[in-house]
């Protein structure tokens, strides 16, 4: 496995560039880059044939249609050796049926846990933490997500930040909180007086009930009239 090396021993944040990695996986050699134009979401196992972790990939493999339809690659990264892997894999296709259709990632001198900061400090348990990180098709992190090892994740938490982030790629809006596909989104907070003033007078064109927030019907984001709108105040 490498790694790039001035990227090693960085600190990573939300807009930074996701470091390069080479890996053996279950599919073979897995490089990071390979999958520029597509979103990743990188995954960290704790450690192969738990069970939290494995509901982890039962749960990403029974909504893996989900994530291919959004253009999304999973990466699974493990401290197990890819032997171990592979054999996780085809515990989880003899116990439940079900067939992984990602690969998971061989880390054994931990140097991508290590360099995406999944290690867990107390080392006497050898383990690294839950970590998500979704990163966009042009290798820029844009969600870091933590869980403690005993707590496992919700998938649907991760399309939904998914759907969230493409939504602001595609159209300059945000979402605000408890937001789920169908609901409103924001319009981003103004930066302008003036436009302040228009939608606190109501003249904006949007429902607005003061000058910081102004809300948008979801489905009328494909209609025409209201993208070209929502770009000329990007």
Do not use: H
């Not at 039962?58 to 999304?72: G, M, P, Q, W």
């Amino acid at each position: 496995m490498s790694v790039s090396g001035n990227e090693r021993n960085s600190c990573l944040t939300i807009g930074r560039m996701a470091p390069d990695f080479t890996a053996l996986s279950t599919d073979g050699i897995v490089t990071l880059s390979q999958y520029r134009g597509k979103w990743v979401v990188i995954i960290s196992e704790p450690g192969n044939f738990a069970s939290t972790s494995t509901s982890s990939l039962i749960a990403l493999s029974t909504y893996f249609d989900e994530f291919a339809k959004r253009n999304v690659q999973i990466l699974v990264v493990t401290i197990d050796n890819n032997f171990s892997n592979i054999e996780w894999k085809m515990n989880i296709f003899n116990t439940y049926g079900i067939i992984v259709p990602f690969p998971i990632l061989e880390d054994r001198d931990a140097q991508i846990a290590n360099m995406y900061g999944m290690v867990n400090p107390d080392r006497i348990y050898e383990e690294s933490v839950r970590d998500i990180f979704i990163i966009n098709p042009q290798g820029r992190i844009k969600a870091i997500l933590t869980y403690p090892v005993s707590c496992g994740r919700n998938t649907f938490e991760i399309l939904r930040i998914i759907d969230s982030l493409q939504l602001t790629d595609a159209y300059n809006v945000y979402t605000p909180a408890n937001w789920i596909p169908g609901d409103p989104v924001v319009l981003p907070t103004t930066q302008n007086f003036n436009e302040a003033m228009l939608r606190q007078q109501g003249q904006s064109g949007f429902n607005c009930p003061n000058w910081y927030t102004c809300y948008l019907d979801y489905n009328s984001l494909t209609q025409r009239d209201n993208i070209s709108e929502l770009k000329k105040r990007s």
